[in-house]
């Protein structure tokens, strides 16, 4: 199959879309309000809700640009052309084809599979299909509650950092559910630290700022780290990088295919 020729023939909606950049600041600026993270190792994707990557290449590029001027594109078609089975078949994709998800969103290549999803996104449109099947999701929910909260605190205390606590994890081979509890780091004019949890924040705002110096009072403390929240801090402006890459940890690759993305 001539790819290139037929998905020009047939001009499919997403062909002269600008692949989307998902940037590190807009990670790290949601990263601290994760409150679910499920990942698998070998799950399956509408493949037609991948709108872009964190890889900073693509920036700009359409689909179709990409299918004709991809860095690695010809090696990968040869693929394609010699196997397009891999891309139909359900075991688990060699190298990862990895993606990252937030709040149910679109779906961004996370550290590998640039090229073999655009091929996918071809592909699967010429043949009628519409989910890829092996690939390794990393799928994030966030605490839109807590988001506001941090905006409202910061309008009244002179720092304000949220944490995070782990609540619970479940993991069996292949799959991995992380659940986490977040709160608020909060310093008041004179530098007084104190630790709120979701209730006392939205107490807190609910109340006039007039009336919160005497309330205050009794929760801050000179202590930065409460008893039960070391080490689980996600600072805003930090970028650890925990959104993603769990896929990426994948061990193995095939030696045909060392070449592709």
């Not at 205050?216 to 996600?234: C, D, I, Q, W, Y």
Request: charged share 30%; with cysteine; proline share 4%.
């Amino acid at each position: 199959m001539d790819l290139k020729a037929e998905i020009r023939r047939h001009n499919p909606f997403f062909l002269n879309q600008e692949i989307q950049f998902l940037t590190v600041e807009e990670l790290c600026s949601v990263e601290p309000f994760i409150f679910e993270t499920i990942w698998e190792d070998n799950g399956s994707i509408n493949v037609f809700l991948v709108q872009g990557t964190k890889h900073p290449d693509y920036q700009g590029m359409t689909w179709l640009e990409f299918l004709e001027k991809g860095k690695r594109m010809k090696s990968n078609l040869e693929l394609f052309e010699a196997n397009p089975d891999y891309y139909l078949n359900t075991e688990h994709k060699l190298p990862t084809m990895s993606y990252l998800q937030i709040d149910g969103g679109p779906l961004y290549i996370d550290d590998d599979g640039e090229h073999r999803t655009c091929i996918a996104k071809m592909f699967f449109f010429l043949k009628g299909l519409t989910m890829l099947h092996g690939v390794s999701t990393v799928r994030h929910r966030l605490d839109h509650e807590a988001m506001e909260m941090h905006r409202g605190l910061l309008e009244h205390f002179r720092f304000v950092r949220p944490l995070r606590k782990k609540l619970s994890r479940e993991d069996t081979g292949g799959w991995m559910r992380e659940t986490f509890e977040i709160c608020f780091e909060v310093a008041d004019q004179k530098a007084r630290m104190s630790t709120l949890s979701k209730d006392e924040a939205a107490r807190l705002l609910e109340q006039r700022r007039s009336s919160l110096p005497g309330k205050l009072k009794a929760l801050f403390r000179k202590s930065s780290e409460p008893e039960g929240f070391k080490n689980t801090a996600v600072m805003t402006p930090a970028c650890p990088g925990q959104l993603s890459g769990l896929a990426g940890r994948q061990e193995g690759r095939v030696a045909n295919e060392t070449q592709a993305s």
